[in-house]
C-alpha cells in the first residue's frame, strides 16, 4: 500500500512542531538505552578478556571424567602426557598457546601466618600469554630459568605478611595421603581483576606442584585463543582432533566455568531491561500523546475518508504507518546520536569509572555500540511506538462517521 | 428503476430528557438520473436524511436500498466499498485532505477502490479538468479558493464514477456567484451522464436548479416536483 505509506509520511510532517518533539523524545531514549547497553557490552568484553586471560583459558580439557571424580578420586582423572595432544590442538590457525596445570590447595605459612591458599602449577615456557592481563605490582614475573620462584596474588602477599624473596612453605598432602610440604620462593606480586582470586592465589612451576602431590600427571590442558570470537569456529575442530585420541577427553569453554561473569551478566542484564522499560514506557507516553492528538484533531478528515470509502482497516493501518514511521524516524536518528555521543567519549579518552565490586581496579569506560545492543534499542522503540499508537488508532476507525462530519 | 429507496424510515437522537424524532416513517424514491434539493428549515434534518441515503448511518427502523442494495445488516467493510463504488460526497466544508495536492485528493477514491496508480492519476487530472482546475492540479487545499476546494470536492466525489452524487448544503459556505457556478457545474455533469443528484440547501435560488424538491418538515417529507425548472447555465452567469 504505498499511498497509505504516503499519506501517513505527509501526516507525520504535518505538525512539525509536534512530530519534533516526539522525534526527540523517542532519540532521547534511543540513545539513552543504546549507550547504556554499549557500556554494558563494554564492561562485559573487558571482565570476559580478563577472566579468560588471567585464569580459565578460553577452553579447557580434562580426562573424562574429571567433573565428577575431581574430589574423590583426582588421581585417576588426571592427564598423562600431555604434549601430544598440546602439540596437535597448537597446530590450529587461530589458536594462541596451549598449555597445562595442575592445581592444589593447601595451607601457605611464611614467617608466622598461615593462609588458606590455591596453588595453580603451570608450565612455564606454554605460561607467556597468562601473563598479560596480570599486573605484576612488585618483583618480577615467573622465569623458566628460575625453578623455585612463584607469583602471588596481592591479597594473598598482605594475608602472608610476605615480601618478594621471601619462602612461602604450603603445605598439602600427596596423592598417596602422605602430607607433604614444598617451598617457592617470591618472585613476584601480581594483581589480576578479582580480589577474591588475589587473596588465595599462588602460581608456581608446575614440576614444583607435581612434586608436592607426588604425580607426573596434569589436570587439565588450557587452550587460549588469539580471538575470543574464535571459538564457534574452532570449538568443533578441536573436538574433532581429541576424538583421534584413544583416551577419553571432556571439555568445557570458559563460559561453563566462569560464573562470575555469568552472575555479572545476568545482573547487568537485568538492569539494561528494567532502564530500557522505563524508556519505553516515557515513549509509548510520548507518542501515544501525539497520536491522540492527531486523531482528535482530524476527526472531520477521518470522516471524509470513510465517506469516500476508507475501510475501519485503512484508517488502522494510515495511523500504525504513522506510529511506525515516527518510531523509524525517531531510531535512524538514535543510531546517529548513539554513535555521535560513542565518538565524543571516545575522543575525550573514555569515562573514568571506580573499580566495580570485588575488582581491583578501575577502568576508562567506552560506549560499544554492537549490533546487538542497537537491535535491542531498536527493537525496545518500535515496540513502544507500534503499541502505543494502537489504541489511538483503533479509535480512529471508530469515530462516527456523522458525528465526524458535522460542522464543529 | 429507483436507484434510492426509503421504506418507513425513521431516524430520532437522544436530547436532554427525550428522543429528537428527526425523521418519522419517511416513505421516498429517488429515479436514477433526478436532481432533488432537500430543503427545510435549519434543524429540520436535511443532512441526517442524507446521511441515511449515503451509508454514513444507520436510520432506528425502516429500510434503506442503494442501487436496489439493503443496507441493514451490511458489514462495515460492504458499506465502505458501496460508498466508494456508487456513492459521491460533497460536503459544505469540503472536506479536503489537507496534506495532500489537488491531484491526489481527487486520486484518494480511486487509491481505496484498488485503482493502478498510473490510472489513477489520469483520471484525477482529466476530472480536475473538467472541474476548471486544470491549472491547480498541484496546489493543496490550503492554497486554493473555497469555490476552487469545492470544485476539488466535486472531482474527488465523481472519481469512482459513482451513480449517485450526494452534496449536503455544497454552497453553504461559498460567495453566491462561486455558489452558482458551483451549481451550474453540478447541472452540466447531471445532463452530462446518468449521475443522480441529492443535494440539500437554504437557498432558494439553489432550489430552482432541482428537478424535484423534498421539502422537510416535523419529520416528513413534502415531495413536490419543480417541472421544467431545470437551468441554463447562461441563466446565471
Ligand atoms: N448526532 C446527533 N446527536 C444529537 N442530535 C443531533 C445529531 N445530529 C443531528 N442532531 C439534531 O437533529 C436535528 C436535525 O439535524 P440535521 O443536521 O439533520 O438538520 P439540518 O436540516 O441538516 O440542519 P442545518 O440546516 O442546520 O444543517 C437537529 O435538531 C440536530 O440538532
Ligand atoms: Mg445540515
Same mark, same amino acid.
Given at each position: 500500500?504505498?499511498?497509505?505509506?504516503?499519506?501517513?509520511?505527509?501526516?507525520?510532517?504535518?505538525?512539525?512542531?509536534?512530530?519534533?518533539?516526539?522525534?526527540?523524545?523517542?532519540?532521547?531514549?534511543?540513545?539513552?538505552?543504546?549507550?547504556?547497553?554499549?557500556?554494558?557490552?563494554?564492561?562485559?568484553?573487558?571482565?570476559?578478556?580478563?577472566?579468560?586471560?588471567?585464569?580459565?583459558?578460553?577452553?579447557?580439557?580434562?580426562?573424562?571424567?574429571?567433573?565428577?571424580?575431581?574430589?574423590?578420586?583426582?588421581?585417576?582423572?588426571?592427564?598423562?602426557?600431555?604434549?601430544?595432544?598440546?602439540?596437535?590442538?597448537?597446530?590450529?590457525?587461530?589458536?594462541?598457546?596451549?598449555?597445562?596445570?595442575?592445581?592444589?590447595?593447601?595451607?601457605?605459612?611464611?614467617?608466622?601466618?598461615?593462609?588458606?591458599?590455591?596453588?595453580?602449577?603451570?608450565?612455564?615456557?606454554?605460561?607467556?600469554?597468562?601473563?598479560?592481563?596480570?599486573?605484576?605490582?612488585?618483583?618480577?614475573?615467573?622465569?623458566?630459568?628460575?625453578?623455585?620462584?612463584?607469583?602471588?596474588?596481592?591479597?594473598?602477599?598482605?594475608?602472608?605478611?610476605?615480601?618478594?624473596?621471601?619462602?612461602?612453605?604450603?603445605?598439602?598432602?600427596?596423592?598417596?595421603?602422605?602430607?607433604?610440604?614444598?617451598?617457592?620462593?617470591?618472585?613476584?606480586?601480581?594483581?589480576?581483576?578479582?580480589?577474591?582470586?588475589?587473596?588465595?592465589?599462588?602460581?608456581?612451576?608446575?614440576?614444583?606442584?607435581?612434586?608436592?602431590?607426588?604425580?607426573?600427571?596434569?589436570?587439565?590442558?588450557?587452550?587460549?585463543?588469539?580471538?575470543?570470537?574464535?571459538?564457534?569456529?574452532?570449538?568443533?575442530?578441536?573436538?574433532?582432533?581429541?576424538?583421534?585420541?584413544?583416551?577419553?577427553?571432556?571439555?568445557?569453554?570458559?563460559?561453563?566455568?566462569?560464573?562470575?561473569?555469568?552472575?555479572?551478566?545476568?545482573?547487568?542484564?537485568?538492569?539494561?531491561?528494567?532502564?530500557?522499560?522505563?524508556?519505553?514506557?516515557?515513549?509509548?507516553?510520548?507518542?501515544?500523546?501525539?497520536?491522540?492528538?492527531?486523531?482528535?484533531?482530524?476527526?472531520?478528515?477521518?470522516?471524509?475518508?470513510?465517506?469516500?470509502?476508507?475501510?475501519?482497516?485503512?484508517?488502522?493501518?494510515?495511523?500504525?504507518?504513522?506510529?511506525?514511521?515516527?518510531?523509524?524516524?525517531?531510531?535512524?536518528?538514535?543510531?546517529?546520536?548513539?554513535?555521535?555521543?560513542?565518538?565524543?567519549?571516545?575522543?575525550?579518552?573514555?569515562?573514568?569509572?571506580?573499580?566495580?565490586?570485588?575488582?581491583?581496579?578501575?577502568?576508562?569506560?567506552?560506549?560499544?555500540?554492537?549490533?546487538?545492543?542497537?537491535?535491542?534499542?531498536?527493537?525496545?522503540?518500535?515496540?513502544?511506538?507500534?503499541?502505543?499508537?494502537?489504541?489511538?488508532?483503533?479509535?480512529?476507525?471508530?469515530?462516527?462517521?456523522?458525528?465526524?462530519?458535522?460542522?464543529? | 428503476?429507483?436507484?434510492?429507496?426509503?421504506?418507513?424510515?425513521?431516524?430520532?437522537?437522544?436530547?436532554?430528557?427525550?428522543?429528537?424524532?428527526?425523521?418519522?416513517?419517511?416513505?421516498?424514491?429517488?429515479?436514477?438520473?433526478?436532481?432533488?434539493?432537500?430543503?427545510?428549515?435549519?434543524?429540520?434534518?436535511?443532512?441526517?436524511?442524507?446521511?441515511?441515503?449515503?451509508?454514513?448511518?444507520?436510520?432506528?427502523?425502516?429500510?434503506?436500498?442503494?442501487?436496489?442494495?439493503?443496507?441493514?445488516?451490511?458489514?462495515?467493510?460492504?458499506?465502505?466499498?458501496?460508498?466508494?463504488?456508487?456513492?459521491?460526497?460533497?460536503?459544505?466544508?469540503?472536506?479536503?485532505?489537507?496534506?495532500?495536492?489537488?491531484?491526489?485528493?481527487?486520486?484518494?477514491?480511486?487509491?481505496?477502490? $484498488?485503482?493502478?496508480?498510473?490510472?489513477?492519476?489520469?483520471?484525477?487530472?482529466?476530472?480536475?479538468?473538467?472541474?476548471?482546475?486544470?491549472?491547480?492540479?498541484?496546489?493543496?487545499? $490550503?492554497?486554493?479558493?473555497? $469555490?476552487?476546494?469545492?470544485?476539488?470536492?466535486?472531482?474527488?466525489?465523481?472519481?469512482?464514477?459513482?451513480?449517485?452524487?450526494?452534496?449536503?448544503?455544497?454552497?453553504?459556505?461559498?460567495?453566491?456567484?462561486?455558489?452558482?457556478?458551483?451549481?451550474?457545474?453540478?447541472?452540466?455533469?447531471?445532463?452530462?451522464?446518468?449521475?443522480?443528484?441529492?443535494?440539500?440547501?437554504?437557498?432558494?435560488?439553489?432550489?430552482?436548479?432541482?428537478?424535484?424538491?423534498?421539502?422537510?418538515?416535523?419529520?416528513?417529507?413534502?415531495?413536490?416536483?419543480?417541472?421544467?425548472?431545470?437551468?441554463?447555465?447562461?441563466?446565471?452567469?
Amino acid at each position: 500500500m504505498p499511498d497509505l505509506v504516503f499519506l501517513s509520511l505527509r501526516n507525520i510532517f504535518r505538525n512539525a512542531r509536534r512530530t519534533t518533539i516526539t522525534v526527540f523524545s523517542i532519540v532521547v531514549g534511543f540513545a539513552a538505552m543504546a549507550c547504556f547497553g554499549g557500556f554494558i557490552e563494554f564492561s562485559f568484553e573487558g571482565l570476559r578478556e580478563n577472566t579468560i586471560r588471567t585464569q580459565l583459558g578460553h577452553l579447557q580439557i580434562y580426562a573424562e571424567g574429571y567433573w565428577e571424580k575431581r574430589v574423590s578420586d583426582l588421581e585417576s582423572v588426571l592427564i598423562t602426557g600431555p604434549e601430544e595432544v598440546e602439540e596437535r590442538i597448537a597446530e590450529l590457525p587461530g589458536v594462541a598457546t596451549v598449555t597445562h596445570r595442575l592445581t592444589f590447595s593447601g595451607l601457605g605459612t611464611a614467617g608466622n601466618a598461615t593462609v588458606n591458599m590455591s596453588v595453580v602449577g603451570v608450565d612455564l615456557e606454554g605460561e607467556q600469554e597468562f601473563s598479560d592481563f596480570e599486573i605484576l605490582v612488585d618483583g618480577r614475573p615467573l622465569d623458566p630459568g628460575d625453578p623455585e620462584g612463584g607469583l602471588i596474588g596481592e591479597e594473598l602477599r598482605n594475608g602472608l605478611g610476605a615480601r618478594v624473596g621471601d619462602w612461602v612453605t604450603v603445605l598439602t598432602s600427596s596423592f598417596d595421603g602422605v602430607i607433604n610440604a614444598v617451598d617457592f620462593r617470591v618472585a613476584g606480586v601480581v594483581r589480576s581483576a578479582s580480589r577474591e582470586y588475589d587473596s588465595v592465589f599462588a602460581k608456581v612451576p608446575i614440576e614444583l606442584a607435581q612434586r608436592a602431590r607426588e604425580t607426573d600427571k596434569v589436570e587439565r590442558i588450557i587452550v587460549l585463543l588469539e580471538d575470543t570470537g574464535d571459538l564457534p569456529e574452532l570449538l568443533p575442530r578441536i573436538e574433532e582432533i581429541l576424538a583421534g585420541f584413544d583416551r577419553k577427553f571432556e571439555i568445557r569453554r570458559w563460559d561453563e566455568l566462569a560464573g562470575f561473569y555469568e552472575a555479572v551478566v545476568a545482573l547487568y542484564t537485568g538492569l539494561f531491561r528494567v532502564f530500557a522499560g522505563i524508556v519505553g514506557v516515557v515513549v509509548m507516553f510520548s507518542v501515544a500523546n501525539t497520536m491522540t492528538m492527531a486523531v482528535f484533531e482530524r476527526t472531520a478528515e477521518i470522516g471524509a475518508l470513510r465517506a469516500i470509502g476508507a475501510r475501519r482497516s485503512t484508517l488502522i493501518a494510515m495511523f500504525l504507518f504513522e506510529g511506525l514511521g515516527v518510531g523509524l524516524i525517531g531510531s535512524g536518528l538514535g543510531v546517529a546520536a548513539s554513535w555521535l555521543l560513542a565518538a565524543a567519549v571516545e575522543a575525550v579518552g573514555g569515562i573514568p569509572m571506580p573499580p566495580p565490586p570485588g575488582m581491583t581496579q578501575g577502568f576508562q569506560a567506552y560506549f560499544n555500540l554492537t549490533g546487538a545492543v542497537l537491535l535491542s534499542a531498536f527493537a525496545v522503540t518500535m515496540v513502544a511506538t507500534l503499541v502505543s499508537s494502537v489504541y489511538p488508532a483503533f479509535a480512529a476507525s471508530r469515530i462516527r462517521i456523522v458525528e465526524a462530519l458535522q460542522p464543529s | 428503476m429507483d436507484i434510492i429507496s426509503l421504506r418507513a424510515v425513521s431516524k430520532s437522537y437522544p436530547s436532554a430528557d427525550t428522543r429528537l424524532q428527526v425523521l418519522r416513517e419517511v416513505d421516498l424514491d429517488v429515479e436514477e438520473g433526478e436532481f432533488a434539493v432537500v430543503a427545510g428549515p435549519s434543524g429540520s434534518g436535511k443532512s441526517t436524511l442524507l446521511n441515511l441515503m449515503g451509508a454514513l448511518d444507520h436510520p432506528d427502523s425502516g429500510a434503506v436500498r442503494i442501487d436496489g442494495v439493503d443496507l441493514a445488516g451490511r458489514s462495515d467493510r460492504a458499506l465502505a466499498n458501496l460508498r466508494n463504488e456508487k456513492l459521491g460526497f460533497v460536503f459544505q466544508s469540503f472536506h479536503l485532505i489537507p496534506v495532500l495536492t489537488a491531484v491526489e485528493n481527487v486520486a484518494w477514491p480511486l487509491f481505496l477502490k $484498488g485503482v493502478e496508480r498510473r490510472r489513477r492519476v489520469a483520471r484525477s487530472r482529466e476530472l480536475l479538468t473538467r472541474v476548471g482546475l486544470a491549472e491547480h492540479m498541484h496546489r493543496t487545499p $490550503g492554497r486554493l479558493s473555497g $469555490g476552487q476546494r469545492q470544485r476539488v470536492a466535486i472531482a474527488r466525489a465523481l472519481a469512482c464514477e459513482p451513480k449517485i452524487l450526494l452534496a449536503d448544503e455544497p454552497t453553504g459556505n461559498l460567495d453566491r456567484k462561486t455558489a452558482l457556478e458551483i451549481m451550474d457545474l453540478f447541472a452540466s455533469l447531471n445532463r452530462d451522464g446518468r449521475v443522480t443528484f441529492v443535494f440539500s440547501t437554504h437557498d432558494p435560488t439553489v432550489v430552482s436548479y432541482a428537478g424535484r424538491r423534498l421539502s422537510l418538515a416535523e419529520g416528513k417529507v413534502d415531495d413536490e416536483p419543480l417541472g421544467v425548472t431545470r437551468h441554463e447555465d447562461s441563466a446565471h452567469a
